[in-house]
């Protein structure tokens, strides 16, 4: 593991000597809007402490294509600390965060409603170690490819949370 995520570690486990509670969640947050910003709220609402994991430049391109992402994952890091519901951004380089999970294993384990329990990655990882997964509500309408599919039909609409 890098520096950094050693030092989140030690923040972890500071935060579990005084009973805090650290959620966890993670995505490509490429264009970063109000779906996001609802979800990463009530991520927060669950704990005290919120991790986001961020995929790195490379594992974006992989998982969405050539034309991914949108906004560099220093831009989209940025943007997420902009946001006061959260405390941590780390970016991982492999696929899905599995091994974040392993290292960090957080409390609770969050995902948007647009997935389901069997395919979180990690899923029982937490709950085998005492945590929680939680599925919040899909805010219909605001996703990423939506957003760059209909601005490349010339239609307007949120592209960002402001």
Not at 8 to 30: A, E, H, I, P
Not at 42 to 68: C, H, M, T, Y
């Amino acid at each position: 593991m890098i520096i950094k995520n050693k030092e989140l570690m030690n923040k972890v486990l500071k935060l579990r000597s005084k009973n805090k509670k650290v959620v966890f969640t993670n995505g490509c947050f490429d264009i970063l809007h109000l779906g996001h910003k609802t979800y990463l709220n009530q991520s927060k609402a669950l704990g005290d402490f919120l991790i986001v994991a961020i995929n790195s430049d490379e594992s974006v391109k992989l998982l969405k294509g050539d034309d991914r992402p949108i906004n560099n994952q220093e831009l989209r890091s940025k943007n997420l600390m902009n946001l006061e519901c959260v405390d941590e951004v780390v970016v991982f380089s492999e696929e899905t965060p599995l091994k974040l999970i392993e290292f960090l294993l957080p409390d609770i384990l969050t995902k948007g409603g647009d997935y389901n329990h069997i395919n979180i990655v990690g899923s029982n990882i937490v709950e085998k170690n005492g945590g929680k997964v939680v599925l919040l509500p899909y805010l219909k309408g605001y996703s990423t490819t939506t957003i760059i599919n209909n601005r490349r039909k010339g239609l307007t609409g949120e592209t960002s949370i402001g």
